[in-house]
């Protein structure tokens, strides 16, 4: 797709709030409301937007320990990599699964209730899996997101950065 500098002014809107009413977007951005619907409709069927959600704050919904758990296979056969997959992505507990290059396979991003609850998921969900070979987790103390990503467009029609 090619973005301008009103996509990105609406990209960066919705990321900050994906409920903010139409006619308060239009205004914020100064274009028409209709305008605005079918920019937010070209961006959704462009694939620039994957979806609306809501973003919980981790003690509101009983979460009391974060962590970044490095993960290290065995072997890389794409039926042991899909299969691990789809394990670790069908708990609860993970936020975020990435499949990373360097000495680790795979990064996990958990959120549980306490450290004990953090210690059993490693035990049952990781250390039993004959594929890993290699756990190190890294507790998280603090998370902030950055309100203007993914609001970055490295080029932009022949233009670099923000609008």
């Keep these: 797709m090619n973005f301008d500098k009103t996509d990105l002014h609406i990209l960066r809107e919705l990321r900050n709030n994906a409920r903010v009413p139409n006619k308060v977007l239009a205004a914020r951005v100064g274009i028409a409301a209709s305008t605005c619907v079918a920019r937010v409709r070209r961006l959704v069927d462009g694939g620039a937007i994957s979806g609306f959600y809501a973003e919980f704050n981790p003690k509101g919904v009983g979460v009391g320990a ?21 394990h670790v992505l069908a708990r609860d507990e993970v936020v975020s699964f990435f499949h990373v290059s360097g000495q680790d396979d795979f990064m996990l991003h958990v959120a549980l209730r306490d450290v004990e609850h953090l ?12 594929e890993i070979v290699h756990i190190e987790t890294r507790i998280i103390f603090e998370e902030r997101r950055n309100p203007g990503f993914p609001v970055y467009v490295p080029v932009v029609n022949g233009n670099a950065g923000r609008p």
């Design 119 to 130: 210690r059993e998921f490693i035990i049952n969900a990781l250390a039993s899996r004959p």
């Design 66 to 86: 974060q962590a970044m758990i490095c993960l290290r296979m065995t072997r890389h056969e794409r039926e042991e990599i899909d299969s691990f997959r789809a």
